[in-house]
């Protein structure tokens, strides 16, 4: 079964939760041995050396792959804002339209792969199967990975932007975007979600044919004397937040450590050091780490499950969002207590939420890590082994039988 998956944004580094649910997926497909995977994706033309690297990573792996690149300035982004309003397009789906001469490059690339099943990662990426449907080189049946609600995600994500411009940025990148996606999750042959409460929100609009299909945590792809040592090593930091420092919703949760919680922790334990690692730090975080002396910033971080297993309490106190923070899955990998939200929980199985624990205010989130470090971060292993089970790489092969009993029906 050969499997074409379009992505809008090229899986690697896998330092963000989209990246490391394709590029994850990608890597548990492979391993199956009836399955050839391909892989259409688009990059940053500013950052072509990152399109190179992948390519070598790809071709090592045995994934085909042809990237696509978004070339950016002032003018080519105006043009495709009014674009969006005469198309009735999201500009983020008409950023990732390829022009004439990419589309030929892509038609031959696709032609060559004699695809049996695409599969379709975000909404971002739609427009690009719409134009390969049109040009006769993929079928119209497709399969549909849903990471978020889209329009929430977006309009909530420019809610809290301190950007020049976000809430012009709100309206126009979201007027367009809810007829849009609900377009998109009804023409597909089956939708995927990551999340159960956005499975659910889906029905109510009436989209029956989806179902959950969890992320993959990084673990599930180590083997067992590696995750066992990593699990058990020495515990160096005492507590830890990492994801994307670009985002908002990310942004917004770290400040929210280190301005409310975190006084309140030293209090109790003046001695207590507070890691923040991630990805590409906003400069306002580079400067307000280096100011706090309990702060210490750890940027793009080689192997995030390894630090994750080094820290005493894992904190991710995110206050806005939907899907499933793929974060939140590495972190419930780990022996540690993990500290969060109600909207960290969002989209979990309900037994996977009570291995946490969740406080929403500073003052609860404070009294949440001083108790957990007068216990010494004590977990119920047992409860979280149980939980477990919900991910792994048994998730994709059933993504896979799913896909295999369409296309042999479709066969007969």
């Given amino acids: 079964m050969n499997i074409l998956v379009l992505s809008p944004d090229i899986p690697y580094p896998a330092n963000k939760g989209q990246r490391a649910d394709v590029w994850r997926k990608l890597e548990a497909l492979r391993m199956q041995d009836h399955v050839q995977v391909a892989l259409v994706y688009f990059y940053d033309a500013a950052n072509h050396q990152q399109?190179?690297?992948?390519?070598?990573?790809?071709?090592?792996?045995?994934?085909?792959?042809?990237?696509?690149?978004?070339?950016?300035?002032?003018?080519?982004?105006?043009?495709?804002m009014?674009?969006?309003?005469?198309?009735?397009?999201?500009?983020?789906?008409?950023?990732?339209?390829?022009?004439?001469?990419?589309?030929?490059?892509?038609?031959?690339?696709?032609?060559?792969?004699?695809?049996?099943?695409?599969?379709?990662?975000?909404?971002?990426?739609?427009?690009?199967?719409?134009?390969l449907i049109e040009?006769?080189?993929?079928?119209?049946?497709?399969?549909?990975?849903?990471?978020?609600?889209?329009?929430?995600?977006?309009y909530s994500q420019l809610s809290i932007s301190h950007a020049r411009f976000a809430s012009i940025k709100r309206l126009l990148h979201t007027s367009l975007i809810e007829k849009y996606e609900l377009h998109v999750l009804r023409a597909a042959k089956r939708v995927f979600d990551i999340s159960c409460d956005d499975a659910a929100f889906w029905r109510l609009k009436g989209v029956r044919h989806i179902e959950v299909l969890t992320a993959i945590p990084e673990s599930a792809l180590l083997d067992a004397d590696t995750l066992e040592r990593l699990r058990n090593a020495p515990k160096i930091y005492d507590l830890l937040f990492l994801g994307n420092l670009r985002t908002p919703n990310n942004v917004q949760g770290v400040l929210f450590l280190i301005n409310q919680v975190l006084p309140l922790v030293i209090d109790q334990y003046p001695n207590v050091r507070l890691v923040i690692a991630g990805s590409s730090p906003v400069q306002s975080l580079v400067e307000l780490c280096e100011r706090h002396s309990h702060?210490?910033?750890?940027?793009?971080?080689?192997?995030?499950?390894?630090?994750?297993?080094?820290?005493?309490?894992?904190?991710?106190?995110?206050?806005?969002?939907?899907?499933?923070?793929?974060k939140m899955l590495d972190l419930l990998m780990t022996n540690q207590v993990v500290i969060t939200t109600r909207q960290g929980t969002h989209g979990l199985p309900e037994d996977i939420?009570?291995?946490?624990?969740?406080?929403?205010?500073?003052?609860?989130?404070?009294?949440?890590?001083?108790?957990?470090?007068?216990?010494g971060g004590a977990v119920d292993l047992a409860c979280r082994t149980l939980a477990r089970q919900h991910f792994g790489i048994d998730k994709v092969k059933q993504l896979s039988r799913i896909i295999a009993e369409d296309l042999k029906s479709r066969c007969n």
């Fill in 51 to 80: 399109h190179t690297d992948f390519k070598h990573l790809c071709l090592l792996k045995g994934i085909q792959s042809h990237g696509l690149a978004i070339k950016r300035s002032p003018l080519i982004d105006v043009m495709r």
């Fill in 295 to 326: 702060v210490q910033l750890m940027s793009n971080v080689p192997d995030a499950f390894a630090l994750m297993c080094q820290a005493t309490l894992l904190l991710n106190p995110v206050a806005t969002g939907s899907g499933v923070m793929v």
């Fill in 135 to 154: 040009n006769k080189v993929l079928p119209q049946d497709f399969y549909y990975r849903s990471h978020n609600i889209e329009y929430k995600y977006m």
């Fill in 353 to 375: 939420r009570h291995t946490v624990v969740v406080a929403d205010s500073a003052e609860s989130f404070a009294g949440a890590i001083v108790n957990s470090l007068a216990h």
């Fill in 82 to 131: 009014i674009k969006s309003f005469y198309l009735r397009v999201p500009y983020h789906a008409l950023v990732r339209t390829p022009g004439r001469r990419a589309l030929n490059d892509l038609c031959r690339f696709v032609e060559s792969i004699n695809t049996d099943v695409t599969l379709v990662e975000g909404l971002w990426i739609y427009e690009t199967l719409r134009v």
